[in-house]
């Protein structure tokens, strides 16, 4: 049975830092591919960023050069380190992992952006 479960949300101030984890269990192995997607109230969920079994990356256009995803397949565990913080970001996010048609989801974080 395969289980992830996030850690690290929580609430900061405009400009600032968070990191987001993902530890995964079960048969999650390094060739799926993990990230991460939010959803702000009344909006649809959206991709924030992607790392892929060959540790390829993609990141949305307005995390680019905030956001940094990585991950350590030892750990089974994906990581998002989320700087220059903005209200627009304040969003729950939501883990994954993907493999082929294979989609596994974790239960999200809450990320609140405000002064």
């Known amino acids: 049975q395969v289980q992830l479960v996030e850690s690290g949300g929580g609430l900061v101030q405009p400009g600032g830092s968070l990191r987001l984890s993902c530890a995964a269990s079960?048969?999650?192995?390094?060739?799926?591919?993990m990230g991460w997607y939010r959803q702000a109230p009344g909006k649809q969920r959206e991709l924030v960023a992607v790392?892929?079994?060959?540790?390829?990356?993609n990141r949305a256009d307005s995390v680019k050069g905030r956001f940094a995803i990585s991950r350590d397949n030892a750990k089974k565990t994906v990581y998002l380190a989320m700087n220059s913080l903005e209200r627009e970001d304040t969003a729950v996010y939501y883990c994954?992992?993907?493999?082929?048609?294979?989609?596994?989801w974790g239960q999200g974080t809450q990320v609140t952006v405000s002064s």
């Open positions: 994954y992992a993907k493999w082929s048609t294979r989609i596994y």
């Open positions: 790392i892929n079994g060959d540790l390829s990356t």
């Open positions: 079960g048969s999650i192995t390094s060739g799926y591919a």
